[in-house]
């Protein structure tokens, strides 16, 4: 791939003010990685450069997956007429302990990756499992994929169910030393990330010892928050000193600070107090709709959380989710914050099109860096829908192009996709 | 294709009790069209019948569709950030008006048809517009597809807009009459459907007119109803004289008998009087989750209607809904179900898997007769699902790869589909 090369196509993208921007055949500049432009005719002197055409394709920016369970992948919607703390026990858990066997895993995260590879996503932040030898698997067939990712080994050492759970606080931690050791130098696109399954799973020092950790090494934490209402209670039950559950994270050192934000999946349940909080330490909501849907978990306030500013993206979250296609997400997004305006609160107007967008693209893309965006240096992530096969009736504008490709992604083909200017390749 | 034959595969199906009823490696015996037993081995009696043999696919029973629009099929997922009363007429009215122009309506009719050709659906209840020669048009493609259809020519003459508004109420039940006279002779699967759009749309002399034809013609009639706040106030101020939305088209006579029942599509807000005059008169709930998130409509008590045992089956809803996929519409009424359990009703408990399979199926296939399963007597309605690709990781039961397969269709092929025990030709 040449460094320095033009790309040509419709293209949409939002700007940081979450409004969506579009040039129908119009040409991406990308140098060194990084956008460098986009242009409504050819300049003169880019004629020269290699052009990588997409006529009458969409391209966008590649979209960001903010919290996804790799090593749920096999059970995606098997059981999802069960609630959170009863399908953890009776799905997930049994699911990840196999996890321990590497043919097992090589199975599974093979098939993620190819999947995740093949649709709409350019990066992603993942859980795999508390075992160091498959997480080390996922990573290394995440790296080859050429997307780039968060992966976390996870932590547990409560609660876990047989053959899933770290024996005691000190242990887990040297494992995870040593897991990071073994990550040092290994990658160029896939980074180590804290991972506390949450404060149900982990006793009081394993939570603090790994906030300690991720200061230790520069590292971000991911981890599950105000999920489900039977799993705050038990929070409270748990760590009955933290005035709620984002403060007990607080409290344990796992929500970081703005440099190394901390991602919270979920957040349905987070008052004004609890945003405040995590907005103060400029924490990434995950926002999870399908996932909250089929565990009945709830909607959670993601249109007002948007509009105060804080930082917010989308995540399919497998396996409560049952798709790594974040147009699914999308759509269950603009979905659940229609009925969240309808059936709770008047005053937070449903997600628009434009929003929505912005939260799989630049909202979920900015907890990488500048990513999202066709904005001039923002790094040059980019997939190439061909919609040939979406049977429009009449000649549709851009956006009506790319509303139709987002409820109807099966009826989509990605053709090309681009991660940091390179593309990937997806035979 | 033989009268008698056996269809061999991994059979699911609900029973009239809404249990799922399983058989791994099974035989469904077909004579005439008709479901004549199940056997886990084949009888030496019918070793020499012909053998479709779909040996490690799912075989369902086909599903049905109990409310779509045709003729909105080239704008689904278009503006779905849009409330009911303005999407109307800002998308769904100007694309209705196209179906004027019968080059237009081949190629959307076709587009529709071969999508649903194509899916889970073998029934359908439909609505395609105002346009007589176009509705025949959809009704000829349809026949020729094999699946069985209702289709109504849909009447409105109020409000529609530009260029969709049928005269006035002489001319409207004159011009269904005509179309009617057309239809006779001309299908086997077939049939006209009375279609008042709603009573918004309806002067009332013509609504009653309508129910007059239906009776006069023993045909049935399909419409909307308590969809959407906004609408039924406006249904208050236009027949201020009923009780309620319902009970306005039960003093029309829309809602005719239990031997021809209606179908109405939504029922959001129906509360228990209404809910109570629906099942009077055996009406069809067309339950559409989809569409009335989409369109920020709320969620219907879909699991309180049929545990009390309303006819209700399931409706994509094309345009409001953006897929022709049943499946999906699964997903979706499981999803809403969960949220109204959380949000509305804690009495309601969520949908059952085996519920929502119910539902798509026999519960919807019932307005069609005995549609919908496999027990003796029903008409042997079959979709075969090929479900190789759906990546499991590890053997799944039966009912896991059914659950699989509706929560990840796209994965999935239609490798073979029957209506009254005969093959339709998918290719």
Redesign the interface.
């Known amino acids: 791939m040449e460094e320095t090369f033009v790309i040509h196509g419709d293209l949409l993208w939002s700007d940081e003010d979450r409004e969506l921007l579009m040039l129908e055949d119009g040409y991406l500049l990308v140098e060194e990685g990084r956008c460098a432009g986009v242009f409504p005719t050819l300049p003169e002197s880019l004629s020269e450069l290699p052009l990588e055409d997409y006529s009458h394709c969409l391209v966008l920016p590649g979209m960001t997956d903010l919290h996804t369970h790799a090593s749920q992948?096999?059970i995606?919607?098997?059981?999802?007429?069960e609630e959170l703390l009863v399908w953890l026990k009776k799905y997930t858990f049994p699911?990840e302990a196999?996890f321990s066997d590497l043919s097992?895993a090589k199975?599974?995260y093979t098939?993620f990756t190819e999947?995740l590879l093949h649709g709409w996503t350019t990066r992603a932040v993942i859980f795999a499992t508390l075992h160091t030898e498959s997480t080390l698997l996922l990573m290394d067939l995440l790296e080859k994929s050429g997307l780039v990712t968060c992966v976390g080994r996870v932590n547990m050492n409560r609660d876990g169910g047989e053959n899933l759970c770290e024996s005691d606080a000190e242990t887990a931690l040297r494992d995870t030393e040593e897991w990071l050791d073994r990550c040092k130098g290994r990658y160029t696109n896939t980074t180590p990330i804290i991972t506390p399954r949450f404060i149900p799973s982990c006793t009081d020092d394993l939570m603090k010892g790994l906030s300690e950790i991720a200061e230790k090494y520069g590292l971000r934490l991911q981890s599950h928050l105000s999920e489900n209402p039977g799993e705050i209670e038990l929070v409270k039950k748990l760590v009955p000193a933290a005035a709620s559950y984002g403060a007990a994270y607080e409290d344990f050192g796992s929500l970081l600070n703005p440099e190394t934000p901390a991602v919270m999946a979920h957040c349905v349940y987070s008052d004004e107090a609890e945003e405040a909080l995590i907005m103060k330490h400029g924490t990434y909501i995950a926002h999870c709709p399908?996932s909250n849907?089929?565990?009945?978990?709830?909607?959670a306030p993601a249109a007002r959380f948007l509009r105060d500013g804080a930082h917010i993206g989308l995540g399919t979250d497998i396996g409560g989710g049952?798709?790594l296609a974040l147009p699914v997400t999308m759509?269950?997004a603009?979905?659940?914050s229609?009925?969240y305006?309808?059936?709770?609160d008047s005053n937070v107007k449903?997600?628009?099109?434009a929003e929505t967008f912005y939260m799989a693209t630049l909202g979920g893309g900015s907890y990488f860096g500048k990513v999202g965006s066709f904005l001039k240096g923002y790094e040059a992530d980019a997939v190439v829908i061909d919609d040939t096969d979406t049977?429009?009736?009449?000649a549709?504008s851009l956006l009506?192009r790319l509303?139709?490709s987002?409820?109807?992604?099966?009826a989509c083909r990605v053709s090309a996709k681009y991660v940091r200017g390179r593309r990937l390749n997806l035979s």
């Open positions: 992948y096999g995606r919607g098997l059981g999802l007429d699911e196999r097992y199975r599974m098939a999947d399908g849907m089929n565990i009945a978990s709830g909607i049952s798709t759509k269950e603009m979905q659940s229609c009925l305006w309808r059936l709770c449903p997600l628009s099109f049977r429009n009736g009449q549709l009506e509303e139709r987002v409820y109807t992604p099966s």
